[in-house]
């Protein structure tokens, strides 16, 4: 997603590129809140939007609204990095008992 939102940022208005931005925060929003992630899916929300205005790709999306997107991804890249850690130690765990 930020590679999307910093693409969308140097090359110009995209309506499908909005689009699959949109489409990507409005799922992580209901994946967020199926496992009681509220902060994430309240970031994601925001996300959504920000960049609803963009939707039809007829203007460029402001420097300012890329880096409100970039900072509200910021809790969610680092809930998915403790997922992963915890799933290697759990992994890893598992192994040493077998």
Do not use: W
């Not at 209901?30 to 007829?58: C, F, M, W």
């Amino acid at each position: 997603m930020s590679r999307g939102i910093l693409d969308l940022e140097k090359s110009g208005p995209s309506k499908d590129q909005v689009s699959k931005l949109l489409r990507f925060a409005h799922t992580l929003k209901g994946a967020a809140r199926v496992v009681k992630q509220i902060e994430i899916s309240q970031n994601s929300h925001s996300i959504e939007d920000i960049l609803a205005p963009y939707r039809e790709g007829t203007k460029a999306i402001e420097a300012a609204n890329v880096k409100q997107v970039l900072t509200l991804m910021i809790p969610s890249m680092l809930n998915l990095k403790i997922c992963k850690l915890r799933s290697k130690i759990n992994r890893a765990s598992i192994d040493s008992t077998s």
